[in-house]
């Protein structure tokens, strides 16, 4: 039985006679991005709203099974400004993957239009102003077709498990938009449950975020093809519509927004500030390698110290040493360390907790990095090439020295 908040939506429909789209879905912001492992257990996707069920549609002229007591279907989706990151997870009694690689097996399709095109017919050849093919897609993955241990023939690449869609992998790069491969997406089969967990590059989609959220919405579809037998698809479900022509016309798409706002270079949290939050999420990618491009602060197509150092010299505009982020490097900022007692134990440790280097702890080296940087009761940091910094006095230098020397004992006390 649909939940009570479909039932006004059909009486329109019955009214009308008329089949429309609906847009019902936000989605939010990533703190930071998802490990695409197929188990959709990070932290960051308890931020993200789950939709059930209940909204999905099972289309007539299927036949069905056991209905909605056969099937459960729960979606997520994240964003960030390199990637549209999505969570499908599917309980089944049977899961069946045996028949084919498009539709008729157990199968999760992706529907995006991030143009928001709303196209008659976006398949390849069939739009005049698209002689190359439309930017709207479907993809399908197969329950259990890893990439790694793929049964859909050759892998498109080594890291998605997409085999069919249309406009994206309906067949080789001469007959499709979509660059195969792009995507980073994989499927797993945990007794009754099958999922799918996918990285849509926004550059892949040819759409920015800035855009969708100028524009206000962007085409989105989610549809689950049931197998209960070994004889094709049984039903499908389609999230937000009764439309079964979402694999040829994005029109029908049903409409999503992106909330929040694109974030200012640094602020990898997207809350409006450059705060310790930040500086520790870019400490935690250059130590775990993972996190991609919107970590390389720098520009340099790595991600690296040097990174670590610009987001604090040139977004930050501030000192090595600054624990606080208040603008300057005095004393204060030894207070707020040694009180963590976190020197030289081991510890994971953030900036506000000393961890100046971007090496995870607190130790001698972040006195290094200090000291290197020069800072130590010089006032705010001059303005990107704005002037020379000052040399500090000596009895700077000697009070910093000395805060070195004790550090040590002052550890050993707290332990």
């Not at 130590?376 to 000395?402: C, H, I, K, Y």
Request: proline share 4%; net charge negative.
């Amino acid at each position: 039985m649909r939940a009570l908040r479909w039932i006004s939506f059909g009486l329109v429909l019955a009214w009308t006679g008329l089949s429309v789209t609906a847009q019902d879905a936000v989605i939010q912001r990533a703190s930071s991005p998802p490990v695409i492992d197929g188990l959709g257990d990070d932290a960051v996707w308890a931020t993200a709203t789950a939709h059930g069920q209940d909204e999905f549609f099972e289309l007539v002229g299927d036949v069905a099974g056991d209905g909605d007591e056969d099937i459960d279907i729960t979606w997520k989706a994240l964003w960030d400004d390199e990637n549209l990151y999505v969570y499908v997870e599917v309980t089944d009694d049977e899961i069946v993957a045996d028949d084919s690689c498009d539709w008729q097996d157990d199968s999760i399709e992706f529907y995006i239009d991030a143009q928001n095109l709303a196209l008659e017919n976006y398949e390849f050849g069939n739009d005049p102003d698209f002689p190359d093919g439309a930017p709207a897609y479907q993809f399908t993955m197969i329950a259990g077709n890893t990439f790694d241990e793929g049964f859909c023939g050759n892998a498109f690449s080594e890291q998605t498990a997409f085999s069919h869609g249309t406009n994206s992998y309906a067949g080789d790069d001469l007959t499709t938009r979509y660059p195969q491969g792009a995507d980073t997406g994989t499927t797993q089969i945990i007794g009754n449950v099958y999922t799918s967990e996918v990285a849509f590059p926004w550059a892949a989609l040819e759409e920015t975020p800035e855009n969708i959220i100028a524009r206000g919405e962007f085409g989105f579809g989610i549809a689950v093809n049931d197998d209960d037998d070994t004889g094709g698809r049984d039903s499908q479900y389609m999230w937000a519509t009764d439309l079964g022509d979402l694999w040829q016309r994005s029109a029908s798409f049903p409409l999503v927004a992106l909330e929040g706002s694109t974030a200012a270079p640094g602020d990898f949290d997207a809350d409006g500030d450059l705060d310790d939050a930040d500086i520790d999420a870019l400490a935690a990618a250059i130590n775990t390698g993972a996190g991609g491009s919107m970590f390389d602060v720098n520009g340099d197509s790595s991600v690296n110290a040097a990174d670590h150092l610009s987001w604090v010299k040139d977004l930050k505009n501030t000192w090595v040493g600054d624990a606080n982020l208040d603008g300057e490097f005095s004393s204060a900022d030894f207070v707020a360390v040694f009180t963590s007692g976190k020197f030289e134990t081991g510890q994971a440790a953030g900036w506000a907790e000393g961890d100046w280097n971007g090496d995870g702890v607190f130790g001698s080296g972040d006195f290094v990095a200090a000291f290197t940087d020069g800072g130590f009761e010089l006032g705010p940091r001059p303005d990107a090439g704005g002037g020379v910094s000052a040399v500090p006095e000596p009895s700077s230098w000697t009070m910093l020295l000395g805060l070195l020397l004790l550090a040590p004992r002052s550890g050993r006390r707290r332990r």
